[in-house]
């Protein structure tokens, strides 16, 4: 099993060589006159940033590319998977799964000195999460 893994709507996404994931927190400061209340969300939205080199044949990159296409506006799952190892030997799984994820953007790098590049961004609604030893 590779390290990590990225899964959207079910394909695995391969060539993968970065994912960023940020919490959407929203916070809130009112002044008083007893000092600054802060307050948040009890829930709050994620974003999910996956680059890539673009994929090794037409068929995947077609396939990816009808997948992003359906989710401007279908919501799908993005799943992500990452193997991590310990000093000690012992080896753990964290799967998240973000939920209900739309199309936020897309971009594409081609450049002279490297392999072309994707990048997407999605936005989920909400995420599970589980981590366990192997």
Known sequence: ???????????????????????????????????????????????????????????????????LNDMKVNKKEITIKETVRGNDGTTYTITQIFLRCLVDSYSKELSVDSLTTESMKFTAEDLDEDARRD
Request: charge should be negative.
């Open 1 to 67: 099993m590779a390290d990590k893994i990225i899964i959207i709507d079910g394909v695995t996404v391969g060539r993968g060589n970065s994912v960023k994931i940020e919490d959407n927190t929203s916070l809130s400061t009112e002044d008083t006159f007893d000092g600054p209340v802060v307050s948040g969300m009890a829930k709050t939205s994620y974003s999910v940033e996956i680059q890539k080199l673009i994929a090794p044949n037409v068929e995947s990159y077609l396939e990816l590319r009808n997948i």
